[in-house]
């Protein structure tokens, strides 16, 4: 019987081409139909080219100096007028996205590669392994995460890289113990199963077959720990452990604005703004991201 | 039996008095007792028995992936006569893929969501057997190819959700035989699949293990499956081997009743008029086994010595052997 069906189709009944769906991912919607997703993505983008394009933005050098013009208000000549010191705002703004983007970026990428890895190493493996890891990043969660970073930026001597050091090296806990419960499920799907049975070796499975499904869990919340990331880079330049002046940084403009609040309101609003535009660029993306790579969760 | 058949003299696969069970305070709880049997090179073997007689146990224990508290109690299982459990991890993680592969029951949940099939089958290789990314690529086409997968090029670009359930186990037993292994475990493979799909199925795997010489240990409940795959078979009840023989014989005539409660329980195509019998009752605790025989209790044709001592497996024919005292068909 079986023979005759596969006669019948051999035999010219029309056989539909095959094709690949064209929606790979999980998703129901395609990516450019997530609203927060698409105007995260654009606001984000935004903000990399402003950063990447500083030197062709900023009408002023950020770190030139000029006494004979302090705390001006905006003009045509300087867009967002002066600081205390007669340099331009607007430079410094452009010139601060910089530096505050890229300290947010490391100071999430190392945490979320270090964490993960980790995390995934340690719900794999279970036992000693398991114990010893999640004991320290016991140890770190008992602590506030403030407390620990301001504490290490003092011990590291502030300056950029202190501050990402700082960061990473408390903030990859969370990565951990979020990758480490994806992969206590991972691990005991049947495809886990058969990718052990057919000998692979740990790395393999590990990396091709678990933190694949898992990482997305991870992607989402490292959107949101950028925007952490950056206020917190804005609070360490605030306490003045941040980005040493002369420097553009949205924290340093902020505290250096703070004294002319009343009469020179700008200086300290427009780096706040800012950092409120940057968070909700990030915020609209990572939440773009979750309904996008983990749409199950979202019910 | 197989044209591959090289060296009769060691069996590829064999287990020996195996028992496995979880290890409690003076009384283990045994969920497979006793079981032995042996797979030659090429040879198709068949474990048949209901949900919880221990036949997946078995095999699960053969591929080391008991659960959890479960653990092998005493016994052995050589393959090719190594001894399997005497083997380091790092040993036995050699073996699996060119030494033993395994197909599961759902493809769809054995293979990776985010994964191209086509990758997943090069992996194998490529750990196993030190083929280059492209030639462990070529090689994967190649087995997609031979499992009857049309257009195998596009195919192995596809995820497995893209994929119909027959093409999937397709994969699987391509992703199973991509080493060349040369026993491979099939865990009811083809209860997911519609009839017409899981014959084609089986008459694949049965042709591929020819090709590639390597033996098959089959496990299911469907005797009809059995009947077409296999030259031999074993059937379980409560963790034991009840009867052994080839399939002919024990279909033509079975000795145990609970056998032959199975072949009367199953639909027929040559005599379809034929009612069907169900066996009564349920199989047993393992924890609280009847006295004497486990099956007495349901057996039609129970006498008093049946509940005294437990029944050893004993030959009842040339080549046969049934754990019976009174072995059907037969005066004793």
């Known amino acids: 019987m079986t023979e005759a069906l596969v006669t019948a189709t051999a035999a010219g009944l029309p056989r539909r081409p095959f094709r690949l769906s064209r929606n790979r991912s999980r998703a129901l919607r395609p990516w450019y139909r997530i609203t927060p997703l698409v105007t995260g993505l654009t606001l984000v983008t935004f903000l990399v080219l402003v950063a990447v394009l500083a030197p062709l933005i900023a009408t002023h050098d950020p770190l030139t100096q000029n006494l004979t013009a302090i705390l001006q208000p905006p003009s045509a000549e300087h867009w967002l007028g002066t600081d205390k010191v007669g340099r331009d705002v607007f430079s410094r703004l452009v010139f601060g996205a910089r530096i505050d983007l890229r300290v947010g970026f490391l100071a999430v990428l190392i945490p979320f590669v270090v964490g993960s890895l980790l995390g995934a190493v340690s719900g794999y493996f279970g036992g000693i392994i398991d114990a010893v890891i999640m004991r320290i990043v016991d140890v770190f969660f008992a602590f506030p995460f403030y407390v620990l970073v301001i504490a290490l930026v003092y011990v590291l001597g502030s300056g950029e890289r202190a501050i990402y050091l700082a960061i990473a090296a408390v903030s990859w806990v969370s990565y951990c113990r979020i990758v480490r419960a994806e992969v206590l499920v991972a691990k005991n799907q049947e495809y886990v199963v058969a990718a052990r049975l057919g000998g692979l070796s740990h790395a393999r499975i590990i990396g091709g077959h678990i933190l694949r499904n898992v990482i997305a869990q991870a992607v989402v919340y490292a959107m949101s720990d950028i925007v952490l990331d950056i206020l917190a880079i804005v609070t360490l330049g605030y306490l003045g452990l941040g980005i040493q002046p002369p420097a553009p940084d949205w924290g340093g403009m902020i505290i250096d604005g703070q004294p002319f609040i009343t009469t020179q309101w700008w200086l300290a609003t427009v780096p706040g703004l800012a950092v409120v535009f940057t968070g909700l660029a990030l915020s609209l993306t990572g939440d773009g991201l979750a309904d996008l790579l983990a749409p199950e969760r979202r019910k | ?332």
């Open chain 2, 1 to 332: 039996m197989s044209a591959n058949v090289t060296d009769t003299a060691v069996p590829t696969l064999e287990v020996r008095d195996l028992r496995i069970g979880i290890r409690r305070g003076r009384h283990d709880v045994v969920l497979v007792d006793d079981v032995s049997f042996s797979v030659a090179p090429g040879e198709r073997y068949g474990v048949v028995g209901e949900s919880g007689s221990g036949k997946s146990m078995t095999l699960r224990a053969i591929a080391g992936l008991l659960p959890s508290g479960v653990e092998v109690l005493s016994g052995e299982i050589a393959y090719a006569g190594q001894d399997l459990l005497a083997m380091s991890p790092r040993e036995r993680r050699a073996l699996m893929g060119p030494g033993i592969a395994m197909i599961f029951q759902e493809p769809l949940t054995a293979l990776n969501p985010t994964a191209r099939v086509g990758a997943q089958i090069a992996e194998g290789p490529r750990e196993h057997l030190g083929l280059s990314r492209r030639q462990a690529r070529r090689l994967a086409v190649e087995m997609m190819r031979r499992t009857g997968i049309p257009d195998p090029e596009r195919r192995a670009q596809a995820f497995p959700h893209e994929l119909s359930g027959g093409m999937r186990q397709r994969i699987m037993i391509a992703l199973a035989l991509s080493c060349s292994p040369r026993i491979l475990l099939c865990d009811e493979p083809t209860t997911a699949l519609d009839v017409t799909v899981a014959d084609q199925v089986l008459k694949l795997l049965s042709d591929l293990c020819d090709d590639l010489g390597a033996a098959l240990v089959f496990v299911t409940h469907d005797l009809a499956v059995v009947a077409q795959t296999c030259q031999r078979i074993g059937v379980m009840y409560s963790g034991r081997i009840i009867e052994k023989g080839s399939v002919t014989d024990v279909f033509a005539g079975p000795r145990h009743p609970y056998t032959l409660g199975l072949i009367e329980s199953a639909p027929d195509f040559d005599r379809p008029d034929r009612p069907l019998v169900p066996i009564p009752g349920t199989p047993p605790n393992p924890a609280d086994l009847p006295p004497g025989c486990a099956f007495n209790p349901r057996c039609g044709f129970v006498q008093d010595d049946c509940r005294i001592d437990r029944v050893e497996l004993a030959s009842v024919d040339a080549g046969r052997e049934a754990a019976c005292l009174h072995p059907v068909g037969m005066s004793r």
